[in-house]
Structure formats: C-alpha cells, structure tokens
C-alpha cells in the first residue's frame, strides 16, 4: 500500500469512527429522553437524528439505523417517567 493511499484510509477511518460516536452519544441522548418523558428534548433530538441520518445515509441504511434505534428502545427496561418515581 502506498504511503499517500495509507494516509487517505486512516483518514476516511477516522472520520467513519467520529460519525460512530457521534451518532452512539446521539443515541444515548435521546434514549435518555424517551426514558425522563422530555418531550421537548425528544422532538429535538429525534429532529437531529433524523437531520443527520439524511444528510449522510441512504434509504436502506436509514431503515437499517432507524429499525435499530428501535430495537433497543424496546430491549431497555421499562420504567416510570422521571417525574413518577420522584
């Protein structure tokens, strides 16, 4: 492998693993705001979700990350809203 090939790889890595964690850190955002009831926050969150998933993936990708996102709302142990176990 050439050395400018090398760089552009590590490049286009880094930037796949920054998307990752992005999106994981968005994930979690917003599963903690389906969990507190945070309406407001879950609009918003969901919107940047929506935004970013738009702006970077295709259609089947989308379904995929969306099917996901709910997949592990489901697997989450339900629980009051915030306001109820206070």
């Given at each position: 492998?050439?050395?400018?090939?090398?760089?552009?790889?590590?490049?286009?890595?880094?930037?796949?693993?920054?998307?990752?964690?992005?999106?994981?850190?968005?994930?979690?955002?917003?599963?903690?705001?389906?969990?507190?009831?945070?309406?407001?926050?879950?609009?918003?969150?969901?919107?940047?979700?929506?935004?970013?998933?738009?702006?970077?993936?295709?259609?089947?990708?989308?379904?995929?990350?969306?099917?996901?996102?709910?997949?592990?709302l489901r697997a989450r142990p339900t629980r009051?809203?915030?306001?109820?176990?206070?």
């Amino acid at each position: 492998m050439h050395a400018h090939t090398a760089k552009v790889s590590a490049s286009i890595r880094d930037q796949f693993l920054a998307d990752h964690d992005r999106l994981e850190a968005l994930f979690e955002r917003l599963l903690a705001a389906f969990e507190a009831n945070d309406r407001g926050d879950m609009a918003r969150l969901w919107t940047d979700l929506y935004q970013w998933a738009d702006d970077r993936l295709g259609q089947a990708e989308k379904e995929f990350l969306f099917q996901s996102f709910a997949e592990r709302l489901r697997a989450r142990p339900t629980r009051p809203p915030r306001a109820a176990r206070a």
